[in-house]
């Protein structure tokens, strides 16, 4: 853990806002989840579920992750964040910008706000990648973790770019495409190319060093890095000019991609020292069992099984939710239980290491709380899968309710974490 507490760690107040913003948002979800079921069950492309979906990915889980990359970057790479400056243009810019799409998206209105909003993300991305990229080429360090970091910063680029170039398409069209598979392959080079290779740069580094495990080889992340970006390459490009086929081979090598990312990580799990798992890293776990359940949902979808053929809606939108918050959102929750604790020790308690006994940085929230958030958890996310699986709006509003009351629990052990104040002596 000591690695977190680098030299070369920006400001708390850079990394710290990120994360209340993201809580935030993700409390505002779960609400939007409870209160409106139907959004999960009708066809992906309503209103209700792209502002919900928009809100999700860049106002709680891109925020959180600007937040956490900006404290593991000189981690990883080993040498100091470009610019601190550009990390809170980008926080503000990005904030306001999730807002403003959310709100456009929810009155189905292409006009001045949306404009706004998305030129507001795309201008915050662009002061990330270029503080990600100005940062990786002053590092020595030339690891498989930092070219995958590089890579999923370039497609987050892509994909917000992309996205403008879709609601301009939507106010003014132009291209013969039509916007339904524009959004597919604005939504995958999202999904894959942002937020999975992301994943897989952090927690290929985090992950073993959390469970202390030695001497890993990285011969499967290369296999991973090859087959995702190739994969994702020629299913973007068979999404555009629709061939089907080519979407079904890129579909099948970014699964083998991911499979072999997979294989790391388990591997790394049994050559652990540290065998029990804490808190953090159970929810962690969970996110990764999660993770196979849209693998094989893609693969379905695409061979268009015809024991499917029915449930195809409902199973589409299953597998966005399953990805957005059985996976991606699961595995942030568990990872802020280890990143922020100890950000914030670090900040109390600098001048204080070595002089008096201290908490420990687990100490910072309430361990029973966290507990019972993940069983919460993992219960509201069943409920919900099996509601949008089966089209029953008042199952997925159950879901949407135990989830709110995880994500509830989620957000008071951060404000415990954030306001954390030493005892007096």
């Known amino acids: 853990m000591n690695q977190i507490a680098s030299q070369n760690a920006p400001s708390p107040k850079v990394v710290v806002p990120h994360f209340v913003f993201g809580s935030l948002t993700w409390l505002v979800v779960s609400l939007l989840i409870l209160f409106n079921p139907t959004a999960f069950t009708q066809h992906f492309f309503n209103p209700l579920l792209l502002s919900i979906t928009h809100l999700l990915a860049l106002g709680w889980m891109t925020m959180v992750i600007f937040g956490a990359l900006y404290q593991l970057i000189p981690v990883i790479m080993e040498v100091k964040l470009y610019s601190e400056r550009f990390a809170l243009f980008s926080f503000v810019l990005l904030g306001f910008g999730s807002v403003l799409l959310a709100y456009s998206f ?17 201008v915050a ?30 497609w987050l680029l892509f994909t917000v770019l ?37 994943i897989i740069g952090v927690s290929s580094k985090l992950l073993p060093m959390f469970m202390v495990s030695h001497n890993l080889k990285t011969k499967k992340l290369t296999y991973a890095y090859f087959l995702i970006n190739i994969g994702l390459i020629f299913g973007i490009i068979s999404l555009f000019i629709q061939w089907k086929s080519g979407v079904i081979i890129s579909v099948i090598m970014v699964v083998l991609g991911i499979f072999s990312y997979l294989s790391f990580i388990f591997k790394a799990y049994k050559k652990r020292v540290k065998k029990r798992l804490d808190i953090g890293m159970k929810q962690s776990a969970l ?131 954030i306001f954390h104040k030493p005892k007096k002596t």
Not at 172 to 181: A, I
Request: charged letters at 10%; proline letters at 3%.
């Open 287 to 417: 996110s990764f069992v999660v993770l196979v359940i849209p693998l094989f949902l893609i693969l379905s979808l695409v061979f268009n099984f015809e024991l499917i053929n029915n449930l195809t809606l409902p199973l589409s939108v299953a597998y966005g939710s399953t990805i957005f918050i059985g996976f991606i959102s699961s595995l942030i929750m568990g990872q802020t239980y280890k990143t922020l604790p100890f950000i914030i020790w670090l900040k109390v308690y600098r001048g204080r290491i070595g002089k008096v006994k201290l908490p420990l940085p687990k100490d910072l929230f309430a361990e029973k709380v966290a507990v019972a958030q993940l069983w919460l958890f993992a219960i509201g996310f069943l409920l919900l899968l099996t509601g949008i699986s089966s089209t029953t709006n008042c199952l997925v509003s159950t879901g949407g309710t135990v989830l709110f009351l995880s994500v509830a629990l989620y957000n008071y052990n951060v404000l415990k974490i």
């Open 106 to 122: 929810w009155q189905f209105s292409f006009h001045s706000i949306l404009f706004v909003g998305a030129t507001f993300v795309v």
């Open 162 to 198: 992309a996205g403008l170039t879709l609601a301009i398409n939507f106010a003014f069209p132009f291209m013969k495409t039509s916007n339904l598979e524009l959004l597919k392959l604005h939504a995958h080079a999202g999904i894959v190319g942002w937020f999975i290779q992301l």
């Open 125 to 154: 991305v662009v002061f990330f990648v270029t503080n990600v990229l100005i940062t990786a080429y002053s590092s020595k360090k030339k690891n498989i973790e930092r070219i995958f970091i590089i890579t999923a910063s370039i």
